[in-house]
């Protein structure tokens, strides 16, 4: 019971941050406009900061992991592949299937993945977590805006749309944070005293931030007549994206015990934010944002369920 409630003192702070900004938005305290500004900063400036802080203050052989990002490349393309075969044999299109796909397999790594790994392991965790961020950002996300696109077009070709995908990712702050924090690491290039405090400063910023926006994005979702949709992508989400990456760090059992733990638990968060505007591109928006509430509710649960399983 002891270790129940500390698991619960290292975890609950994360899910109470989301309840506070929902109940500020639902209130009426905060426009939820607002919100969005919120989230802007912590994926385009805060989070961008913490990323080139840990990576440029780690040696260039600590930054390389192969495996890890086989592992957890591996794990999340079957989730996606799984959800996406199981909605195709509903009769869903092929970028609805995409979308699918995609919930079951990119988790809100940024702004709730990062408050609780670093919660819990520290800066350390970084290191994985930024491994975790290029197999989302540079393979899972162009191979599903490639299927999406490739569905609502009748002469589009996968190959092509996935190659125009991949300028705009890269222009992503994120991924030319994570660029810098490498190139400066293996160049022994460091920012002059100044500019470190300013990145010192931005990275603090983050995790209560974002758990904030998380909480006010939540106002408002409506889950009513998507039971079946919904209920397939929380479990394809919180059971079978950690499990298939669970599985498959069994087989290379050399990976470090943290980056171990980093991985599965990143793998039980609920999917990115984002998703709801990505499913309005394709005229989805509705299933995509309603998905949200649940995943979120429900993970809870299982995180903390994963953080007493990994701790024992």
Known sequence: MQDLSYILSLTSPTFLLIAIGYL???????PQENVRPLAWFV??????????????????????????????GLGSLL???????????????????????????????????????TQLFGEQALI?????????NLFILPLALALADTGQQKNSHFIMAFAKSLPQLIKNPIILSIAFGITSTAFGIQPPLIVNK????????????????IGGMLVGLKTKGMVTD????????????????????????????????????????????????????????GLC??????????SFVTINVVVWFISS
């Not at 989070?47 to 052989?61: D, Y």
């Not at 996606?80 to 869903?92: G, P, V, W, Y």
């Not at 010192?200 to 758990?211: I, P, Y």
Request: proline share 5%.
């Open 24 to 30: 500020v938005v639902k209130l009426g305290w905060m």
């Open 43 to 72: 994926v385009n400036i805060g989070l961008p900061a913490a990323l080139f802080k840990a990576l440029s203050s780690r040696s260039f052989q600590d930054i390389l992991h192969y495996d890890y990002l086989l592992v957890y």
């Open 79 to 117: 989730s996606f592949a799984t959800l996406f075969i199981l909605a195709r044999l509903r009769n869903k299109s092929i970028t609805e299937c995409a979308l699918f796909g995609l919930g079951a397999s990119i988790s809100n790594s940024l702004m709730v993945g990062f408050p609780i790994i």
């Open 128 to 136: 994985p977590f930024t491994l975790t961020l290029i197999i989302e």
């Open 198 to 213: 300013v990145i010192d400063v931005l990275a603090v910023t983050v995790a209560g931030v974002s758990l904030f926006a």
């Open 230 to 285: 919904l209920s397939s992508i929380v479990v394809g989400k919180l059971i079978i994206h950690p499990l298939f990456v669970f599985v498959f760090l069994l087989f290379f059992p050399d990976i470090p015990l943290l980056f171990q733990h980093v991985a599965i638990l990143l793998a039980c968060m609920p999917m990115f934010s984002i998703f709801a505007v990505i499913g309005m591109r394709y005229h989805y928006g």
């Open 289 to 298: 944002s309603a998905v949200l509430l649940p995943t979120t509710l429900v």
